[in-house]
């Protein structure tokens, strides 16, 4: 039985401390995936860039986050989320100075390549840190605290780097994510602990935590995690990468492309774009963590059905995402921007409880590395969507038929949600 709701609200609150510092973490980690949406036209400028390269640029950095998540989780699960998470944070950093050091297409190519090298233990990493240090009655909550900054990074940051884009040139962009990357690694460095680690962390608290069903850290346990070839047997994996990939397409099409869209198909200049982008992103932050988030776990607090409050909130969320197809008739910036933010605020609704999902059902000590299997399938859909893009977008000058795609790819997200992943439960440990 989880612990007295009311009690907890008098229990010393350090583990906020530390979502807090997660979230900050992929505040930092999107402002250096941003940076390349607003940077187009000056890129074209400097490398003379076309539609179709900035597509693959684009994809670059999923390229590598994608080929690490297996490896990442791995690491994660066997060598803890602190070590991991330090050469992680450092490597990133590097990353963007290299962007805003590249002297042409091939070395700013290599900077992408090499972020996402950089990058790739973040949401694992944070899935399992999440896991050790909250109870599950506030899994959700806690997980949308770091999945809402990624929203919240994107609205504030595509105007923020738009602005320093258009005064000192697109290089003094990528050089300020770099820096805050930089503060971030130093901040993570100095303060992230395990909650067995933690000199600060009081007893009370401890109790609460793993009375409340928290991941346990049992080191000893790290080299025994489930095998690989056993969680890949496993039809929730499955369901859950293909929902997580199908976010994934219609996210990172948004991510990459929306400036861009306004700019070509509704005719808008850019200081006004990174602008107008904000608004989507500013009221998808707020519906991940208010409903993907706080409602998931008051609800879960009052008795509510754990496993049907998730699921409601997974595959309704996913289904509001299908309002992209609306913004394939678009013709006003109103009418586009009102089917991006019905489609972008069910996707973050349906993404902290996704986020949640592996440290619920992944055997002891597993939890990096199932989540890094769902987040490989993301980044596939990361991959193609901004190239899909690219080349449609060069041909017929119209988003339309990538939005359609998006609906589709959607519709077989929700389809895994249902069918495969099922109910949201413990996998049985290997035998």
């Known amino acids: 039985m989880p612990p007295d709701t009311r009690q907890s609200s008098q229990k010393p609150r350090r583990r906020w401390r530390i979502a807090l510092l997660l979230g900050f973490g992929v ?93 790739s233990p973040t949401f694992p990493g944070n899935a399992k840190a999440i896991g050790y240090w909250f109870p599950k009655q506030e899994r959700s909550l806690s997980i949308a605290v770091t999945d809402a900054a990624a929203k919240l990074s994107t609205a504030i940051g595509v105007p923020f780097l738009g602005v320093v884009l258009l005064r000192f040139g697109w290089r003094w962009s990528f050089a300020a994510t770099g820096f805050i990357s930089l503060i971030y690694f130093l901040l993570f460095f100095v303060v992230y602990r395990n909650p067995s680690e933690d000199a600060g962390l009081s007893p009370e608290e401890m109790r609460y935590i793993r009375e409340g069903g928290a991941q346990p850290e049992d080191r000893s346990h790290a080299e025994r995690g489930a095998p690989l070839g056993y969680l890949l047997r496993q039809p929730k994996v499955y ?81 509001f995402g299908l309002g992209i ?46 989540a890094s299997i769902a987040n490989f399938s993301g980044q596939l859909g990361a991959i193609f969507a901004p190239v899909i893009t690219g080349y449609i977008v060069a041909a017929t000058r119209s988003f339309a038929s990538a939005f359609v795609i998006a609906t589709v790819v959607l519709l077989l997200g929700i389809a895994g949600y249902g069918l495969l992943l099922g109910r949201i439960e413990l996998i049985p440990e290997p035998a």
């Open 27 to 119: 505040l930092v980690n999107f402002f250096d995936r941003v940076n390349l949406s607003v940077s187009q036209d000056a890129l074209h400028a400097s490398f003379g860039l076309s539609l179709i390269a900035f597509g693959y640029l684009s994809s670059a950095f999923s390229w590598t986050y994608a080929a690490m998540q297996v490896p990442a989780g791995l690491l994660l699960d066997r060598f803890g989320v602190k070590t991991i998470g330090r050469l992680s944070m450092f490597l990133w950093s590097l990353a963007t100075f290299g962007a805003a050091l590249s002297t042409g297409i091939a070395s700013f190519f290599a900077a992408r390549l090499m972020l996402g090298v950089g990058e």
């Open 239 to 319: 369901g859950l990468a293909l929902g997580w990939g199908a976010y994934n397409f219609s996210f990172y099409l948004l991510l990459t492309w929306l400036p861009s869209y306004l700019s070509i198909a509704l005719h808008m200049d850019l200081l006004h774009s990174v602008f107008y982008t904000s608004v989507p992103w500013f009221l998808a932050a707020f519906t991940d963590f208010v409903i993907g988030g706080w409602l998931v776990d008051f609800l879960i607090q009052r008795g509510w059905n754990a496993n049907r409050v998730r699921q409601s909130v997974l595959i309704g969320g996913t289904a």
């Open 325 to 370: 197809l609306g913004a394939a008739t678009a013709h006003s910036t109103t009418t586009a921007l009102f089917w991006i933010s019905i489609s972008l605020c069910g996707l973050s609704a349906a993404a902290p409880v996704a986020w949640t999902v592996p440290s619920l059902i992944a055997p002891r000590e597993s939890v990096g590395t199932l």
